[in-house]
């Protein structure tokens, strides 16, 4: 089986006069946690959305869970899982039916869709919250009910856009023990964030500044090449060259 | 394929169900609007009060005063001084006072004879309110001319709807309007939440194709709108005697195809409208507002200034207001109204186009 999960070369995405993503080219392994980073306006969000096969490439190649990003992109979303910064589930239905849903969505049978069900329940001990909404839930649950939604479907690679933002640290730190945990079972994870200690976390980051991608590597690497004691202040190095974002 | 549609389908009637108070709303605004506008608001003009001056009360004079008193329409107040006239009115005491000459036996006999007299009879209306003193006008005459059964020169004769009922004009004009703020706003304010919420993003990035999104969103309001229909139809037909002589087939048919257009109309806001308020604002102030002036519901399409007047034909409800008078209230057959069903499925089609490429491009 193919070992790497995400390939692209020189992929590049035009808006008019305007290069959101210029010629960004890396690779993913399988059961890699690849954190994704970038100001505000880098271009994160556009290239993430080329990877899921939402927006069509300008020009470059690539290719997801062995999927063409040009050619595929329905091919891709099937086999992909997707979380995002803002709440991804349904307020006003219940948790239980939330999982049902979005078991439809994946083509889950109703064996597999209970059998999948109950796992996630008793993983987030949750069972007894079984028929409580979604809404009325404590922020924590939300976050980690979401992201076993997001993977239901067992999917090869999940993306997830700044999926801690604006959550406490306690509950940051329980997310991210989730994350590894499905990184051991061999999923592979695309993170992007707003916060340079999760980037501690990852096994590989990637830097991107103007729509580029200016540095790409193990964090404790990154840090040796720019002599920084941090994530954070590897960070700033590479941002102060910015020309857009904020 | 199928399953993730129901599962779609499941998600939006639980969305729907789950708001228990939008949903008796949307359930009871139809029941509350036809009873409203069948039995409190009414254009006719009831229990107008009415007093006589005359200077004796002779036999002709006493059988329009038992006339008066006899009509649902008129409360008959008695006889006053031709002093008291101004005060009265003043007081808003009476609405209309009829004084009859003192010369009204001989002119009458004379008039009868086929001598040309003057006018024997005044009305004096106060006119504040120039509705009621129109309609007033019109019925006192009706029924003071028809005591005078010999001269009748004019025969007056109400085609449709002889009693002038108003339910019969509000009907129509009701069910335009109700399935367009129905359809059309709810679809398109639950379609904007999901984008404000974020939860469509997440939808677009699953497996399932966007068309099925959006017609899964639409399925229960259709079904809503379908209970909507049959309780305007009962109420029209049992409660308010609305005769449906067309046939209730080409009024369902018809209704359906407006219900198909809202729903087009309301995916169209929702291409458009990036937030909740937005998408409210949008099918409340520029659809609903100039449907309701442009349609006939309220006003005449004919009083409108020339430069207006190609308006209303781009007006959806327009067509269907004017279908289904024809169907409920003429009673013609569904042949009478292929050239609105024509139009309405043009209009349908071509909101249906604008939408799905708008929505596309959105994506994008």
Known sequence: ?246 | MKQKFSSFIKKESLHILRDVRTMMIVLLIPVVLMILFGFAISTEVNNLNVAIVASNHSESVRQVADKLSANPYFSFLGYIDNSDIDIKLRKGEVDAIIVFDKDYDRLLSQRSQGVDTPPAIQFIFDASNTNIAQTGAAYLQNVISSDLTHQEMLNLHLLYNPQMKSAYNFVPGIMGLIFILICAMMTSVSIVREKEVGTLEVLLVSPVRPIKIILAKMVPYFLISCINLATILLIARYLLDVPMSGGMGGIITISIIYLILSLMLGLLISTIASSQVIALLVSAMVMMLPMMMLSGMVFPIENLPTVLKPLPYIVPARWYIEAIRKLMIMGLPFSAVLKEVGILIFMTFAFMGIALKNFKNRLE
Request: hydrophobic share 40%.
């Open chain 1, 1 to 246: 089986m193919n070992n790497t999960v995400i390939s692209v070369k020189g992929l590049t995405k035009r808006f008019g006069d305007f290069t959101a993503v210029n010629c960004i080219s890396f690779d993913v392994k399988r059961g890699e946690i690849f954190g994704f980073l970038g100001a505000n306006g880098a271009g994160k969000t556009t290239a993430m959305r080329m990877l899921c096969g939402l927006s069509y490439p300008t020009s470059g190649s690539g290719t997801v869970v062995g999927f063409d990003v040009t050619r595929e992109g329905e091919k891709i979303k099937r086999h992909i899982g997707y979380m995002s910064q803002r709440f991804s589930l349904y307020n006003d239905l219940t948790v239980w039916e939330n999982i049902r849903l979005f078991a439809g969505i994946y083509g889950l049978s109703k064996a597999e869709t209970i059998e999948r069900a109950n796992e996630i329940l008793a993983r987030l001990d949750i069972t007894s919250e079984r028929d409580t909404l979604v809404g009325s839930l404590p922020l924590g649950w939300k976050q980690k009910l979401s992201f076993a939604v997001a993977t239901i479907h067992r999917p090869e690679l999940v993306f997830l856009d700044e999926p801690t933002g604006g959550v406490d640290p306690i509950t940051r730190r329980q997310f991210w023990e989730m994350i590894y945990e499905a990184a051991d079972n061999g999923t592979s994870i695309f993170v992007t964030t707003h916060y340079m200690d999760e980037a501690e976390y990852c096994s590989r980051v990637s830097i991107m500044v103007d729509g580029e991608v200016r540095a790409i590597d193990t964090p404790t690497r990154l840090k040796e090449q720019f002599a920084a004691e941090s994530m954070d202040e590897v960070f700033r190095i590479l941002a102060r060259g910015a020309k857009r974002g904020d």
